[in-house]
């Protein structure tokens, strides 16, 4: 009994942080302040938001051409190019120079050392500096519902994407810009993507669509 209370307690917090974290996010639009990479960084994400799992779910394979929209301080990014090896690259894109240049020091330790196929770029999700059909994949982690007009990032993946490239969008719920799946697979078939599909649950999910030329 004393559990279920426990249990009954988190979930009615959780929505009430819901909630309130919602409408302050509706009237507010700001990219994450560098200071939280601290959390973003951390094991609790990594145990929240396993990056093998964002990896598997989102189709990033060895000799991949892979861009991340929002890699923050390079959480996702580093296991990313890890997979993709040598033969492979990673595009870090980013709004904030603070947050790529954390992915910079990281690739100055000793232990990433082998890491040499992540460039890092500084632009909007809105003008994505590369031509027509440069990714194999594009992809991005609690990103998507943070750019004020999540379409029209959408349709700029949608061009640098290869025939039959894929776009992954992750979210997990203790998120602030946290979405329902339905709302991310609804926005993807809006941007033009097919072949909709789903992993994980409604705590921590991937949904990802494929570009089709037939748009």
Same mark, same amino acid.
């Given at each position: 009994?004393?559990?279920?209370?426990?249990?009954?307690?988190? #979930?009615? #917090?959780?929505?009430?942080?819901?909630? $309130?974290?919602?409408?302050?996010?509706?009237? $507010?639009?700001?990219? +994450?302040?560098?200071?939280?990479?601290?959390?973003? !960084?951390?094991?609790?994400? %990594?145990?929240?938001?396993?990056?093998?799992?964002?990896?598997?779910?989102?189709?990033? &394979?060895?000799? *991949? /051409?892979?861009?991340?929209?929002?890699? %923050?301080?390079?959480?996702?990014?580093? @296991?990313?190019?890890? #997979?993709?090896? &040598?033969?492979?690259?990673? +595009?870090? $894109? !980013?709004?904030?120079?603070?947050?790529?240049?954390?992915?910079?020091?990281?690739?100055? /330790?000793?232990?990433?050392?082998?890491?040499?196929?992540?460039?890092?770029?500084?632009?909007?999700?809105?003008?994505?500096?590369?031509? +027509?059909?440069?990714?194999?994949?594009?992809?991005?982690?609690?990103?998507? &519902?943070?750019?004020?007009?999540?379409? !029209?990032?959408?349709?700029?993946?949608?061009? #640098?994407?290869? /025939?039959?490239?894929?776009?992954?969008?992750?979210?997990?719920?203790?998120?602030?810009?946290?979405? $329902? @799946?339905?709302?991310?697979?609804? &926005?993807?078939?809006?941007?033009?993507?097919?072949?909709?599909?789903? =992993? %994980?649950?409604?705590?921590? =999910?991937?949904?990802? *669509?494929?570009?089709?030329?037939?748009?």
């Amino acid at each position: 009994m004393i559990i279920l209370k426990v249990l009954l307690w988190i #979930v009615v #917090v959780l929505l009430i942080y819901r909630i $309130l974290i919602g409408i302050v996010r509706k009237l $507010l639009h700001f990219p +994450a302040p560098g200071f939280i990479s601290i959390f973003l !960084d951390s094991r609790i994400r %990594g145990w929240m938001q396993p990056p093998k799992d964002i990896i598997k779910f989102s189709g990033i &394979q060895r000799g *991949g /051409k892979i861009l991340e929209i929002g890699s %923050g301080s390079g959480f996702f990014t580093l @296991p990313s190019a890890r #997979v993709v090896g &040598q033969t492979g690259e990673i +595009a870090a $894109l !980013d709004v904030q120079q603070d947050m790529l240049d954390k992915i910079t020091i990281k690739l100055e /330790k000793a232990e990433n050392k082998d890491i040499r196929n992540i460039r890092v770029v500084k632009a909007s999700a809105y003008e994505i500096p590369y031509p +027509a059909e440069s990714f194999d994949v594009v992809f991005t982690v609690s990103v998507l &519902q943070e750019i004020p007009k999540p379409h !029209d990032a959408l349709l700029e993946a949608y061009r #640098v994407l290869k /025939k039959d490239g894929i776009m992954s969008v992750s979210e997990f719920i203790p998120d602030p810009d946290w979405a $329902l @799946p339905g709302t991310v697979e609804k &926005q993807l078939m809006a941007a033009g993507f097919k072949s909709i599909k789903r =992993y %994980g649950n409604l705590f921590r =999910y991937t949904i990802t *669509g494929v570009k089709n030329d037939t748009k």
